[in-house]
């Protein structure tokens, strides 16, 4: 049984530009959250998705959107890309209130 | 804010010796969890406790919850070198979407 899983590993970017991060949620959890998590930081809230809707966002500018599939994988799209947007990006899905973790996306903006 | 506070920040101790790490919180809670984070890597979920519980147990770790000082403990005891991560407390309520602190950096030296 696959856990979560997040693509890709690493990404470099350019300041302005768009990006599309994917996860895939363990199998049978229908809840997707997304986490932004700078160097020494602790992971931040950005939004969770559950059958296709936000369902909760956290404190992060419209710059920061994404998607669910029917088959409840999910999409974080980040435009107008900022130095400060440079961080960890994690994915995590839901089951009986834990969060399973994928490995995440290590995004660099230059 | 339901985000909880770990203290204290960095912990560094010898293998074999236990590990105490505390987390504070500000608003009422439906349960707090515990999590685990290796350098770069995904978070992993070590111990749910609910408010109605004052004490659990897995394994070698022991978490306590005092909700009148809204305040949670997690204990390592006889540590190893593989424990040495980031550890994360994690208050939720109504909506069961943790939030994170800026956690204790647990360094278990060989």
């Known amino acids: 049984d696959a856990g979560v899983t997040q693509s890709p590993t690493h990404l470099i970017k350019t300041r302005g530009q768009q990006v599309t991060l994917r996860c895939s949620p363990k199998?049978?959890?229908?809840?997707v959250s997304w986490y932004q998590q700078a160097l020494g930081q602790g992971p931040q809230f950005i939004f969770q998705?559950?059958?296709?809707?936000?369902?909760q966002r956290g404190n992060f500018p419209d710059r920061f959107s994404g998607h669910q599939f029917p088959n409840y994988s999910s999409e974080l799209n980040v435009n107008a890309l900022l130095l400060g947007d440079s961080a960890l990006y994690l994915c995590?899905?839901?089951?009986?209130?834990?969060?399973?973790f994928g490995s995440g996306t290590q995004l660099s903006v230059l | 804010s339901q985000q909880g506070e770990e203290d204290p920040q960095a912990l560094s101790i010898q293998e074999g010796e236990n590990a105490t790490m505390n987390c504070s919180y500000k608003?009422?809670?439906?349960?707090l969890q515990w999590y685990r984070q290796n350098s770069g890597r995904g978070l992993v979920h070590l111990i749910l406790?609910?408010?109605?519980?004052r004490e659990k147990h897995s394994g070698r770790l022991r978490v306590t919850l005092d909700t009148s000082k809204k305040s949670s403990s997690l204990l390592i005891t006889a540590s190893r070198a593989a424990d040495t991560a980031s550890y994360f407390c994690?208050?939720?309520?109504?909506?069961?979407?943790?939030?994170f602190g800026r956690g204790t950096s647990l360094i278990v030296h060989p």
């Open positions: 995590a899905s839901s089951f009986e209130e834990k969060l399973f």
């Open positions: 199998s049978g959890h229908d809840t």
């Open positions: 998705y559950y059958e296709e809707e936000e369902r």
């Open positions: 608003t009422s809670i439906n349960n």
């Open positions: 406790i609910r408010s109605n519980e």
């Open positions: 994690a208050p939720a309520r109504g909506s069961y979407i943790p939030t």
